[in-house]
């Protein structure tokens, strides 16, 4: 005898991502009120803050403690803020993973209690994806601090981190309780995660949004002067597609094979292994996305001309689309950006799902690259 009961049902999801300023001024309620707006009990929180964040604004965790103290009947902050290690030194590194880990399982918060995660978006996925295996899942509220995070990692369901430089390998599908973007917390972003942060801008306008594209092109001049009132409006745009892209396209937790989202991501990941993760995320979408646009050109998926735009208007912006990574061969005298494909289609599960742009603002899914192809764009444009 067989026997089978299929078991269905749909959970919904919501959650805020607010733009603000000076988030931990005492006269600032929107952190109190996100934290509250659950719950009529005081709330339990932990905080962990990026290391750079906290040279680079030193001030900052006084402002923290001053705010718990103006609110404390509100809020219970269970522990002094955690300074942890940012960057990829956290991302890939399992040690830095478990002190966190040991953190909170000495300060025991229950299933209701609050982590907040300061930093940037190596960070925020360390301290997301411990969030969510802890009692399966606190309350998770981002602080994005880089340009990067706040318009594209800090604002969607991912948590992970690498292992052994495999990228993502540890990881989980968590929608946080909130996301909270301080425009604050630009101010001390080096050069390097300024511009490269843009690289995820136009990672989305060049395959879904022409219009955006136009507007990166427009500000492009007061984008590589860090003008702040520019970069707010393109960090809001983008994270706007971002959450729309993950609210409509019908796979927010990634179930299927098609990834429009990781376009220009098959070197970007092998680029920040390469180069000992000397190149940063942005930085490395930037080239894998300047590789990409290139190879659909070559495809004659995309006209010569917009090719062209595509780069320069990058390169206006202040990108490097270039790196002597790209040429590093193995002892088979072999390209190693090549075998980025390969761990590509693995963490794809199995089928690889190119993005490629077919004009600014539209794509198209291609499911095989031509090796020789990628290695004549290599020597020829890099």
């Given at each position: 005898m067989t026997q089978t009961i299929i078991q269905k049902f749909k959970v919904d999801f919501s959650y805020p991502v607010h733009f603000c300023r000076d988030i931990f001024n005492c006269n600032n309620p929107l952190l109190l009120q996100t934290l509250l707006s659950s719950t009529s009990q005081k709330s339990k929180v932990?905080?962990?803050?990026d290391d750079g964040l906290a040279i680079a604004q030193p001030q900052l965790i006084n402002n923290i403690n001053k705010y718990f103290q103006h609110y404390c009947k509100q809020l219970n902050l269970l522990i002094q803020p955690q300074i942890t290690v940012g960057g990829e030194r956290q991302k890939n590194n399992t040690e830095s993973f478990k002190q966190i880990l040991k953190i909170l399982k000495t300060v025991n918060p229950c299933r209701h209690s609050f982590v907040i995660a300061i930093g940037g978006g190596s960070m925020l996925d360390s301290v997301g994806l411990a969030t969510s295996l802890v009692h399966r899942g606190l309350r998770l509220v981002r602080l994005p601090s880089?340009?990067?995070?706040?318009?594209?990692?800090g604002v969607g369901v991912k948590n992970g981190i690498d292992l052994d430089?495999?990228?993502?390998?540890?990881?989980?599908?968590a929608p946080p309780f909130a996301v909270i973007n301080d425009f604050d917390f630009l101010h001390s972003l080096p050069l390097s995660y300024w511009s490269g942060g843009l690289a995820e801008a136009f990672?989305?306008?060049?395959?879904?949004d022409s219009s955006f594209f136009?507007?990166?092109e427009t500000?492009?001049?007061l984008l590589k002067a860090r003008d702040e009132n520019s970069i707010e409006k393109v960090i809001i745009k983008c994270a706007q597609i971002h959450l729309n892209h993950i609210a409509t396209n019908g796979d927010p937790f990634e179930f299927g094979s098609a990834r429009p989202l990781d376009f220009g991501h098959w070197a970007a990941h092998k680029l920040e292994s390469l180069s000992q993760y000397s190149l940063n995320h942005g930085q490395s979408v930037a080239i894998g996305i300047a590789l990409d646009v290139r190879y659909a050109h070559y495809k004659n998926m995309i006209g010569l001309s917009e090719c062209k735009h595509i780069l320069q208007t990058m390169q206006n912006c202040g990108l490097v689309l270039n790196s002597s990574f790209l040429h590093k061969k193995d002892k088979n005298k072999k390209l190693e950006i090549l075998k980025g494909l390969e761990e590509f289609r693995t963490h794809l599960g199995g089928k690889l799902n190119i993005t490629l742009p077919t004009s600014i603002g539209s794509s198209q899914e291609i499911h095989q690259m031509d090796f020789e192809l990628i290695?004549?764009?290599?020597n020829t444009h890099f």
């Open positions: 932990i905080i962990f803050v880089t340009v990067l995070a706040q318009n594209d990692a430089n495999y990228k993502n390998f540890l990881g989980t599908f990672k989305v306008a060049i395959i879904k136009k507007l990166l500000f492009a001049p290695a004549h764009i290599i």
